[in-house]
């Protein structure tokens, strides 16, 4: 048996959980409504405060399709509850950003500024100017808009200069050395 597909989804206060005949798992709570469409071939039950997931089948494609699928949901319960963030650091001379509404203004070495819309269910903080926080319930569209903003200028080797995660180690590389 699958040791993340076996272990039961716990349902907070609060969050309550709708699987329709298609298998369409709907998942409401305090911070909003999330939806993943299941594979037919897995059952998803509600025992008491808690979500079963169950396979036919011990094969291959059945197994990974039982862990996933409970992963997903327990990310769609702890969304709809707690959030999920992503933090980001901007390494550089004059590199900032700013958070003012649903925009995020950064001023990355460019000519111009680069602007970015915030989606629905995702949000942006600026708690220094050095650092932008993404903060959202769809945990994959979190770090989705989290990797877009770090493609805009990825930490270089050198000095290490760009968009970073937090926390995140750069490799860096030794600069030429004057051979006379």
Do not use: C
Not at 41 to 54: N, R
Not at 69 to 91: C, D, H, P, Q
Not at 108 to 118: E, T
Not at 129 to 152: E, L
Request: net charge positive.
């Amino acid at each position: 048996m699958s040791r993340i597909g076996k272990l039961p989804v716990a349902l907070p206060v609060g969050v309550t959980v709708d699987v329709s005949a298609e298998n369409l798992v709907t998942v409401k709570g305090p911070k909003g409504t999330l939806a993943q469409q299941v594979n037919p071939d897995i059952t998803v039950k509600q025992d008491g405060e808690a979500l079963v997931l169950t396979r036919p089948t011990d094969n291959k494609p059945h197994k990974a399709m039982h862990g996933l699928y409970r992963a997903l949901i327990n990310n769609m319960v702890t969304g709809v509850t707690t959030g999920f963030s992503k933090g980001l650091e901007l390494v550089g001379t004059g590199y900032r950003a700013s958070a003012q509404g649903g925009t995020l203004t950064i001023n990355i070495g460019f000519s111009h500024p680069v602007i970015l819309n915030a989606p629905t269910n995702i949000s942006f903080e600026t708690p220094a100017p050095t650092r932008i926080i993404v903060r959202g319930i769809d945990k994959q569209q979190v770090g989705s808009i989290a990797a877009d903003i770090r493609a805009i200028r990825k930490p270089e080797p050198y000095l290490g200069k760009g968009i970073k995660y937090e926390g995140e180690i750069i490799r860096r590389k030794e600069g030429k050395t004057g051979k006379k």
